[in-house]
């Protein structure tokens, strides 16, 4: 089954990100893509995330789908404008890629490039408004295509705000639905109980949620998330596990590991993520199996 077949069965999916190399050497990127064949049901493909600038998404993307790999690659809004949005939506779609996330992007002081001029032409739900119209066979002035794309889209939610930016945010996951969406990623989250009141709340939209799950290196590196991403939560006792392991690199990949078994009850899926370092993720893959 691909990917939006899986979307509406009831297994349980495991999607792992890979970062595109900043660079033209794919060695590393393919030899980690091979470590997850056959054990996640899809992998996302990252496009700049942080506003570091790598290799593009649809690219290596490519490259995955060459080695047989279910592919979700990615566009945001902040690099390019309404036309280059359309244009590489077709692009991908003629290189065979079924299946998109979309994002507003990271900000652009955040990353290597801090000179760089962020564009946001459209937002996410007018993103995705335009792919739906790209699928009924013309783009955003209304022209007609020779030939219509087909993706399966999703995109983010934060799951982890508080009160009124939580209502705010549950209005904008029913405007991205309306507008497109088929399944949602949001920030790290190693907090079940806000997780699960969280999808008790959206359950009526009944669309997939998939919690990102990032490996932890350090806790330095938990509470710089936790204190600067917006929506992040890491509860003190997963802190404090990680602090007393005198091995924090495996200690980040059972706690993981831990939290993905744990998520099997609560939602469909998870986005694992590890941010440097990317053998780890087959890695925590080999405990769940366990």
Do not use: W
Not at 6 to 15: A, H, K, N, R, V
Not at 76 to 101: I, V
Not at 118 to 144: F, M, P, W, Y
Not at 187 to 213: C, E, G, H, N
């Amino acid at each position: 089954m691909n990917f939006k077949e899986l979307l509406g069965s009831e297994q349980f999916l495991t999607i792992a990100a890979l970062e595109p190399p900043k660079g033209a050497d794919v060695s590393g990127f393919l030899k980690n893509a091979d470590r997850l064949k056959g054990r996640v049901q899809a992998v996302m493909v990252p496009e700049m995330s942080g506003a570091i600038m790598r290799m593009g998404s649809m690219g290596a993307s490519c490259l995955l789908k060459d080695k047989g790999i279910e592919t979700i690659f990615s566009m945001n809004c902040r690099d390019r404008n309404r036309l280059a949005l359309q244009a590489d939506m077709l692009s991908a779609a003629a290189f065979g890629l079924e299946n998109l996330f979309v994002s507003e992007g990271d900000e652009i002081k955040s990353g290597d490039h801090i000179e760089a001029k962020a564009v946001h032409d459209l937002e996410v739900t007018e993103l995705l408004e335009a792919a739906k119209k790209l699928q009924k066979g013309i783009d955003l002035s209304g022209n007609d295509l020779s030939g219509c794309p087909q993706f399966c889209i999703g995109s983010e939610i934060n799951a982890g705000l508080k009160e009124g930016a939580l209502e705010v945010e549950i209005k904008s996951m029913e405007k991205k639905i309306s507008a497109g969406a088929q399944f949602f990623f949001t920030p790290v989250l190693y907090d079940l109980k806000t997780l699960t009141s969280f999808m008790d709340r959206v359950a009526p939209f009944k669309v997939p949620i998939f919690p990102q799950v990032t490996i932890l290196k350090s806790v330095g590196m938990a509470r710089f998330m936790c204190r600067h991403m917006d929506g992040v939560i890491i509860p003190d006792e997963t802190l404090d596990r990680l602090g007393k392991s005198p091995d924090k690199i495996k200690e980040g990949i059972l706690i993981a590991a831990d939290m993905i078994k744990a998520l099997k009850s609560v939602c469909r899926g998870v986005l694992l993520v590890a941010v440097g370092g990317e053998e780890r993720l087959s890695e925590v893959l080999e405990h769940v199996e366990v």
